[in-house]
């Protein structure tokens, strides 16, 4: 079983459109993450969701909006795709009542804007 | 704010060598540090991480990682690396005991391993 899993794996879209990442864990965790990694490799916060609540709202357009149904799902809806969007979306989740830090990573998603 | 170095951003080494690669981060409050390891097309996966206690942390795959305070270091090693440990590497750091912030990662480092 999949501990943390992104649907689709790969996404190629035109400039202008919209599109969604979704996101699931079955570890139980409260509190889910999402993270963008750019061609470089630097992986940078997002958002993140403690029991539907977001709770850390980096500085990120607000073309792209997050959505949490329910505490062990985190979608990623983004509005009129610009070029600089293409990177790797990656979801994570954790237990934040451990409080350990440790985050629990899905395969990413790899978003191409042409 | 905290954040985190890695001092190299690639590290070529031969089959059985040993191996470091450096991390420094700056906080003025207590931390917790990690290192994770991606391979292609895969997500992040946890090597190790240093919570409290002793400063030597062993983790996954022979790596281990010493945490300093005094150079705010926690540098990552392996005595003998395998062509299978060819990867990129994250060092992460976030705040201690406090509920709700998240990791915030380094550049990254290239480990490439060859025979």
């Known amino acids: 079983d999949t501990a943390v899993s992104q649907t689709p794996k790969y996404l190629v879209t035109q400039m202008g459109n919209d599109k969604s990442i979704k996101c699931e864990q079955n570890?139980?965790?409260?509190?889910m993450y999402w993270y963008k990694q750019d061609s470089k490799k630097f992986l940078k916060i997002m958002f993140s969701?403690?029991?539907?609540?977001?709770?850390i709202n980096e500085t990120v357009p607000n073309r792209f909006s997050p959505k949490s149904p329910d505490k062990a799902h985190l979608n990623l809806h983004i509005n009129s795709l610009e070029l600089g969007d293409s990177a790797v979306y990656f979801c994570?989740?954790?237990?934040?009542?451990?409080?350990?830090?440790?985050?629990?990573f899905g395969e990413g998603s790899r978003l191409t804007v042409l | 704010a905290q954040s985190v170095t890695q001092l190299d951003s690639q590290v070529p080494v031969f089959e059985e060598a040993p191996v470091e690669l450096r991390c420094n981060y700056s906080s003025s409050v207590s931390v917790y540090l990690f290192w994770y390891v991606q391979y292609p097309n895969q997500g992040l996966q946890l090597l190790l991480k240093y919570l409290s206690g002793s400063t030597l942390v062993k983790g996954i795959n022979g790596f281990e990682a010493e945490f300093n305070k005094s150079q705010t270091s926690f540098h990552l090693r392996k005595p003998s690396v395998h062509i299978s440990d060819t990867a990129e590497y994250f060092c992460?750091?976030?705040?201690?005991?406090?509920?709700?912030?998240?990791?915030?990662f380094g550049k990254g480092t290239t480990l490439s391993v060859s025979s």
């Open positions: 994570a989740s954790s237990n934040l009542a451990g409080v350990t830090g440790e985050l629990f």
């Open positions: 969701y403690n029991n539907k609540e977001l709770i």
């Open positions: 570890l139980g965790h409260d509190t």
């Open positions: 992460a750091v976030t705040l201690a005991n406090q509920a709700g912030t998240a990791l915030i």
